[in-house]
Nanobody
Framework: QVQLVESGGGLVQPGGSLRLSCAAS????????MGWYRQAPGKQREPVAS???????NYAGSVKGRFTISRESAKNMVYLQMNSLKPEDTAVYSC???????????????WGQGTQVTVSS
């Protein structure tokens, strides 16, 4: 079981920056992939960025070059630095952890409660 708690959301003007934080209840070195997803009103949840236990990162095309995912293993933290924010980035951002274990392999997804990001002037 992995508990995830996000923080850092809020209201920001277009062009501004925010940093989201996700605190995990277990060592992130034992989590295969950690990522951020977002869901805007009336839209499906979509992946934003992910980082594997090996450090490989992936980004949605809409945020590439503006957002950066990183981790601080000693603190079991994952961050999402969001720069040059746009109104279309407005959404609830949720932290996700994927853990694969066992034989045969079982994949489990864990989610945080989400944090609201609003980009508006």
């Amino acid at each position: 079981q992995v508990q995830l708690v996000e923080s850092g959301g809020g209201l920001v003007q277009p062009g501004g920056s925010l940093r989201l934080s996700c605190a995990a209840s277990k060592s992130i070195g034992r989590i295969d992939v950690m990522g951020w997803y977002r869901q805007a009103p009336g839209k499906q949840r979509e992946p934003v960025a992910s980082i594997s236990s090996g450090g490989t990162t992936n980004y949605a095309g809409s945020v590439k070059g503006r957002f950066t995912i990183s981790r601080e293993s000693a603190k079991n933290m994952v961050y999402l630095q969001m720069n040059s924010l746009k109104p279309e980035d407005t959404a609830v951002y949720s932290c996700n952890a994927v853990v694969a274990s066992g034989v045969p392999t079982t994949v489990r997804n864990y989610w945080g409660q989400g944090t609201q990001v609003t980009v508006s002037s």
